[in-house]
């Protein structure tokens, strides 16, 4: 064993501390984020891009600070850009998103596209390793009965129960029929009541603050409900969206209440430029 001297022993042990230091800031970042959750983004705002060059669409996402995303089914959303995606095999299509460094786990599928063939939806969605199938609206009348809904709860139930079956949980997003009314009372929170905890979950969109739908307080509302959110930044005076951390929402509401609502992933939502803008206030958010 070769002698080390007083020099050179302080030189290693600063180059060991300085390495700690680097290794133990990064860890700080990547801990960093509200709930300990990677920032995720929806891919509906880069459908174009997407048609046009998947694999370097997910790599600029990953470059922006995206670490998971969630995608749209090619079936359901094939008029939409997403079309493509049917020509990569489940093990391909992870592969291109591993060697961006990014993880998937969620996928939007259209309710129709599931009524018609919920079997072949859920094939693609365990061969591409997803464990998360959402449904944007169940799509009712835009006039509702409360049999209406009845009805349509009955039915994502039975769908529910068949992604279970399969090891995945069944969502529900909150658009269009969603934010209609029964006699004076949301349809969403009628959906609450009919909807099995234990089959369905619930993925929020934020902007419908825009519609009177506090995000926050739904958390506190359906504790346990939720399984993620769609994240946008709002300016309740301008009423438009905005970058996250640059808006009018106060966000360490929003994502402490998220916990009682039982989060388990969110995904950024806008224009390229504003999700690539919300990246470093959501990294240094603490909740």
């Known amino acids: 064993m070769s002698k080390v001297t007083r020099r050179e022993f302080i030189r290693n042990v600063a180059s060991s501390a300085a390495v700690a230091g680097l290794i133990s800031t990064?860890?700080?970042?990547?801990?960093?984020?509200?709930?300990?959750?990677?920032?995720?983004?929806?891919?509906?705002?880069?459908?174009?891009?997407?048609?046009?060059?998947?694999?370097?669409?997910?790599?600029?996402?990953?470059?922006?600070?995206?670490?998971?995303?969630?995608?749209?089914?090619?079936v359901g959303y094939s008029d939409s850009g997403f079309a493509g995606l049917s020509k990569y095999s489940g093990a391909a299509l992870r592969r291109v998103l591993t060697?961006?460094?990014?993880?998937?786990?969620?996928?939007?599928?259209?309710?129709?596209?599931?009524?018609?063939?919920?079997?072949?939806?859920?094939?693609?969605?365990?061969?591409?390793?997803?464990?998360?199938?959402?449904?944007?609206?169940?799509?009712?009348?835009?006039?509702?009965?409360?049999?209406?809904?009845?009805?349509i709860a009955d039915e994502y139930n039975k769908m529910g129960e068949k992604a279970a079956k399969a090891g995945i949980q069944q969502g529900l997003h909150n658009e269009g029929f969603e934010l209609t009314t029964v006699k004076g009372q949301r349809t969403y929170d009628l959906l609450f009541k009919l909807l099995d905890p234990k089959l369905v979950k619930f993925q929020f969109q934020v902007s419908n603050i825009a519609a009177g739908f506090d995000v926050a307080e739904y958390f506190t509302k359906y504790p346990g409900r939720f399984i993620s959110m769609h994240v946008q930044?709002?300016?309740?005076?301008?009423?438009?969206?905005?970058?996250?951390?640059?808006?009018?929402l106060d966000w360490k509401k929003i994502f402490t209440a998220a916990k009682i609502g039982g989060i388990k992933n969110y995904f950024v939502e806008m224009d390229l430029d504003l999700m690539k803008a919300s990246v470093p206030y959501l990294r240094q958010l603490h909740v």
Not at 27 to 44: K, M, R, S, Y
Not at 106 to 133: C, N, Y
Not at 233 to 248: F, H, I, L, N, P
Request: hydrophobic share 35%; proline share 7%; aromatic share 6%.
């Open 26 to 74: 990064h860890a700080l970042e990547l801990n960093a984020n509200p709930l300990g959750l990677p920032i995720g983004c929806q891919t509906w705002p880069v459908r174009t891009m997407i048609a046009r060059d998947f694999p370097g669409t997910i790599k600029q996402l990953a470059a922006a600070g995206f670490q998971t995303i969630e995608l749209c089914s090619p």
């Open 99 to 151: 060697d961006a460094g990014v993880e998937c786990n969620s996928s939007h599928f259209g309710i129709r596209e599931l009524r018609k063939d919920q079997g072949a939806s859920i094939a693609w969605a365990k061969d591409v390793g997803l464990t998360q199938m959402l449904v944007p609206s169940l799509e009712g009348p835009q006039n509702p009965t409360l049999d209406d809904v009845k009805r």
């Open 233 to 248: 930044g709002w300016s309740t005076t301008a009423r438009k969206e905005m970058a996250v951390g640059q808006d009018s």
